[in-house]
């Protein structure tokens, strides 16, 4: 793309798989590109225009969902940490872990909902055990997606 003269590379960070793309440049989102029976049309939010391109190789910096490293999360009880290392520890109500083998800190593995004073229910993903014993907490759930179920539940009563 052409910016006062200047050729611009932007990148294409794909969402579907050779389907559709968020291009961005180097200061944000610029629009986005979705593969069709033509070729490609790409929505300029810029100048608010959309365009037919036979081939995008040489306008866009393509960037595949495989390019995008999955960092392999340990699992204590079966639910997730976020974390590449953490260390199980026996607790008597939740899956517990520190994120080393001499910490003291106890975190919950999972998401939880957590019933906060003045804010009321909100969800957490890991919180220290300590949060979890000080307030009124259900919880863990596998994903985020149960765990924000129980939280509308909760919010509506």
Known sequence: MQKNG???????????????????SDHGKVGTLRSCDDGFEFF????NTTSVLDSIDDLFNVE??????????????GFCTGLPEAHAVEYKHYPAY???????????????IINFHGTGWQWAFNPKIK???????????????????????????
């Open 6 to 24: 200047i050729e611009e590379m932007l990148n294409a960070q794909e969402v579907i798989k050779d389907r559709f793309w968020i291009v961005k």
């Open 98 to 112: 520190t994120k080393t083998a001499n910490a003291t800190a106890l975190y919950g593995a999972g998401f939880y």
């Open 44 to 47: 300029d939010q810029r100048s």
């Open 131 to 157: 949060t979890l014993e000080a307030y009124e907490s259900k919880g863990p759930y596998q994903t985020e997606w149960e765990s924000n179920l129980e939280l509308k539940k909760h919010r509506r009563t």
């Open 64 to 77: 595949s969902k495989e390019n995008n490293k999955v960092i392999e999360s340990v699992q204590i009880n």
